[in-house]
T-cell receptor, first 110, second 113 residues
């Protein structure tokens, strides 16, 4: 089975940096995904890690440590529009479907 | 930029009725998925579909659910006899290859009364 943990809610200030952590326990692993979801909308793909290390994409970076079952999403130069839920999802073993965490609701304050 | 589309955006039905939710995946994608998200809860995998057959399904995807690719573009989810607890947002997703990035459609909000 799969178990994914991430904080329920975080608050940060516009212009600052925030790190959202995700830990997972899985029976198999073939990649970790981060999605952004605004209320009432679909998840939007942000990043994908399958090997250990940091992947950088503009203001967003994602890190993976497979031995620790740990990932984080780093958001820099926060903007008000970054207020959303951030979903950590794992693809496991031979399975096609993603297992999602409950999401971290990020609140950006001026 | 190509995207996944879904219709209708909102469906209201009576308990026990059948509903069909429709999706048009990204045109060069080979793998198709359905997920659901009950209000306030996490996104849950239902089923994946490849080469005109189910590739994987979760324990949520019981006998009341079925999927079909009736033509070269549409991908449908049928719920045979809806229950109150089927009320949720249903997302279709597609990926070019297996275990590749999945791109989600805007969702269909299903309300069962």
């Amino acid at each position: 089975g799969q178990n994914i943990d991430q904080p329920t809610e975080m608050t940060a200030t516009e212009g600052a940096i925030v790190q959202i952590n995700c830990t997972y326990q899985t029976s198999g692993f073939n990649g970790l995904f981060w999605y952004q979801q605004h209320a009432g909308e679909a998840p939007t793909f942000l990043s994908y890690n399958v090997l250990d290390g940091l992947e950088e994409k503009g203001r967003f970076s994602s890190f993976l440590s497979r031995s620790k079952g740990y990932s984080y999403l780093l958001l820099k130069e926060l903007q008000m529009k970054d207020s959303a839920s951030y979903l950590c999802a794992v693809g496991g073993g031979g399975a096609d479907g993603l297992t999602f965490g409950k999401g971290t609701h990020l609140i950006i304050q001026p | 930029e190509p995207e996944v589309t879904q219709t209708p955006s909102h469906q209201v039905t009576q308990m026990g009725q059948e509903v069909i939710l429709r999706c048009v995946p990204i045109s060069n994608h080979l793998y198709f998925y359905w997920y659901r998200q009950i209000l306030g809860q996490k996104v849950e995998f239902l089923v994946s579909f490849y080469n005109n057959e189910i590739s994987e399904k979760s324990e949520i995807f019981d006998d009341q659910f079925s999927v079909e690719r009736p033509d070269g573009s549409n991908f449908t989810l049928k719920i045979r006899s809806t229950k109150l607890e089927d009320s949720a947002m249903y997302f279709c997703a597609s990926s070019r290859l297996a275990r590749d990035t999945q791109y989600f459609g805007p969702g269909t909000r299903l309300t069962v009364l």
